[in-house]
Nanobody, 126 residues
Framework: QVQLVESGGGLVQAGGSLRLACAASGLDFSTYIMGWFRQTPGKEREFVAGITWSGGTTYYAGSVKGRFTISRDNAENTVSLQMNSLKPEDTAVYYC???????????????????WGQGTQVTVSS
């Protein structure tokens, strides 16, 4: 059974930082592109950041580029999202996502994601 379990969400003031982590189990982690998406009420889920299976290539949404950093540890089956200079508009539920390299999209697209985490709330106060 595949599981993606996010942690690290919470409440932070604007300008602050948070680090999200996603622990994967039940899959051959190194054969998956990993990504982070986010969603706010009434809006569609949007792509935030993606990282290739080797970790050699990353891609960011324009709204977070230069502030967020995605990384992965294939030995530990984890992917992280370091979020700096947070803004109130970053408030959302953040989801970890896994997209197998066969049939995947780049950058990751929710239309090809194979597995989702349950989400973790990030709230940035002004």
């Amino acid at each position: 059974q595949v599981q993606l379990v996010e942690s690290g969400g919470g409440l932070v003031q604007a300008g602050g930082s948070l680090r999200l982590a996603c622990a994967a189990s039940g899959l051959d982690f190194s054969t998956y592109i990993m990504g982070w998406f986010r969603q706010t009420p009434g809006k569609e889920r949007e792509f935030v950041a993606g990282i290739t299976w080797s970790g050699g290539t990353t891609y960011y949404a324009g709204s977070v580029k230069g502030r967020f950093t995605i990384s992965r540890d294939n030995a530990e089956n984890t992917v992280s999202l370091q979020m700096n200079s947070l803004k109130p508009e970053d408030t959302a539920v953040y989801y970890c996502a896994a997209d197998h390299v066969v049939g995947s999209s780049w950058p990751p697209s929710d239309s090809t994601i194979d597995y989702w985490g349950q989400g973790t709330q990030v709230t940035v106060s002004s």
